[in-house]
């Protein structure tokens, strides 16, 4: 049987995230990853925080673990602030198995490939569903109360958002084919199953993602093909709206706030969403109301009496949802997380560059369809986040690069 040390350490990373369109499949794995953290914790600390790149990891993870356990105090929904906390204090034992495994330049360059192709069947995954009603794993189209349908392949609601989000990665995947042209027409099909979504946020999203892809590119490559290529990316998005809009009326319907659900619903309750939890902030500013605690905190209130909130809900934007929930320790958390994301997106190493542009997408302060402290952000949190830590750990600087090939290359000419 093949040893778990033999596999490709691309292959793994590339599976976990395929697991995100299996439902809580990441979860349990991250679960069973925190255990096995957990184990070697307890039987060699110092072994076990001497792992490279491990310090750091728990270092930037401090900034939402820290405001999230003193937020516990004054905590509304004791229960949900308390796995809230045990939740993110997992990750910190879960990265423990994901930084055993080692990346080189080519595992990276193979990791990127596959990501693309893993995006590229969530996109036809969509597309299938589309046109036949069921995605390829069986899932059928959203009805919407207005009559129209939502593509949502495997995700349901974290579809678009899914897709936006790891995008550049799909980008860089084709750029690298060299195909020019004609390889920037098979973004096309991307960026129009994210319009199809029916989320005007994932439209932001994929916008974020394809300027953020642009910086790094110009900063990074500065190739003759560079501006050609980005240019040919900017017509395939123009196009995909085009085409959303066309193939689909929910796109318009979401647009116009007429495509609401029982599952979207809360979208038209934003305004008065964002002006409970700015409010919420005011009167508990020190240290919030609890992580996922803004739910139980709406309940409560009159001005809010007539909607159908619950405490499951969520203000429906990251930064609102991390003043309200952690007061302002959350935001001065959520402040040094973007420095540290911030600081790696102008790193001289395209592969270090993108994968901080794209953990800067999972957490972007103005996404609004899922919660912050939801699983779903935070698989994306713990995948993304421990990528980058463990190729900023494991990818040499390009000085490094150059030195080692002078240091090769000398004796080679002494011998002559």
């Known amino acids: 049987m093949q040893k778990f040390s033999d596999i490709s350490p691309a292959v793994i990373w590339v599976f976990l995230f395929f697991t995100l369109s299996l439902s809580s499949a990441t979860r349990q794995f991250i679960w069973l990853m925190s255990l096995v953290g957990i184990a070697v914790c307890a039987r060699d600390p110092k072994g076990f925080f001497g792992t490279d790149g491990i310090r750091r990891f728990w270092v930037v993870l401090s900034c939402f673990l820290v405001p999230a356990a003193l937020s516990l105090f004054d905590a509304i929904n004791v229960e949900r602030a308390v796995s809230g906390v045990v939740r993110f204090m997992a990750y910190g034992f879960a990265v423990w198995v994901m930084l055993q495994i ?44 207005s009559g129209h349908t939502l593509v949502t392949g495997s995700f349901r609601t974290g579809y678009g958002s899914t897709l936006a989000i790891l995008s550049p990665f799909y980008l860089e995947a084709l750029r690298r084919t060299r195909g020019g042209f004609a390889v920037s027409v098979l973004s096309l099909p991307l960026f129009a199953t994210i319009v199809m979504s029916g989320n005007e ?55 116009s706030g007429q495509a609401a659900t029982d599952t979207y619903r809360a979208f038209e309750y934003l305004p008065d969403f964002w002006i409970s939890a700015w409010s919420g902030f005011l009167d508990h500013w020190v240290n919030g109301v609890g992580v996922r605690g803004w739910g139980s905190l709406a309940v409560s209130l009159d001005n809010l009496s007539n909607l159908p909130v619950t405490d499951r809900w969520h203000p429906h934007l990251f930064v609102l949802e991390v003043a ?22 102008f790193d001289k190493r395209i592969e270090i560059a993108l994968c901080s542009l794209v953990v800067m997408l999972a957490l972007f302060p103005l996404n609004s369809a899922v919660s912050f402290y939801s699983y ?41």
């Open 201 to 255: 946020a994932s439209i932001l999203h994929a916008l974020f993602a394809l300027c953020g892809y642009a910086l790094v590119l110009c900063r990074v490559e500065r190739g003759v093909g560079t501006v050609p290529w980005l240019v040919s990316l900017s017509v395939c998005f123009c196009a995909a709206v085009v085409a959303g809009s066309v193939l689909t009326e929910t796109f318009r319907a979401s647009a």
């Open 102 to 145: 080692k990346l080189d330049r080519s595992e990276s360059h193979r990791m990127m490939s596959l990501l693309g192709a893993v995006l590229m069947v969530w996109v036809v995954d969509g597309l299938v569903q589309l046109l036949t009603g069921l995605s390829v794993f069986g899932n059928p189209l959203i009805e919407l109360d």
């Open 324 to 345: 309200v929930d952690t007061g302002l320790p959350g935001l001065v958390g959520y402040l040094f997380f973007f420095v540290f994301l911030g600081r790696r997106l």
């Open 376 to 416: 779903f952000s935070g698989n994306f949190l713990f995948l993304t986040l421990a990528l980058l830590i463990a190729l900023d750990r494991d990818l040499p600087l390009p000085a490094e690069i150059d030195s080692a090939v002078e240091t090769v290359a000398v004796p080679a000419e002494s011998d002559r």
